[in-house]
């Protein structure tokens, strides 16, 4: 399964990291740590299937609705 972050409509909550804390970091400053690796502003990443619970409870919580399963 894919996962899809827009990281203008991210606001650093960080409740995705609570949630799901293998898929998402905050960083050393409280961002969204995958900020560090990339300008653009949405990023699609695999995410492994045993992971798939924790990733729709981030896409639940997300209170941005930053997050989507593709
Ligand atoms: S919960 Fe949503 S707004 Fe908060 S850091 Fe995660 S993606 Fe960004």
Redesign the pocket.
């Known amino acids: 399964m894919k996962i899809e972050?827009d990281l203008l409509t991210?606001?650093?909550?960080?409740?995705?990291?609570l949630s799901a804390p293998k898929i998402?970091k905050m960083d050393e400053s409280g961002k969204?740590s995958l900020r560090l690796n990339t300008t653009a502003s949405k990023v699609v990443f695999d995410v492994l299937e045993e992971e798939r619970n924790s990733a729709e409870e981030?896409v639940i919580?997300?209170?941005?609705q930053?997050?989507a399963i593709q």
């Open positions: 972050i991210c606001k650093d909550f960080g409740e995705c990291a998402f969204q981030a919580v997300c209170p941005m930053a997050l």
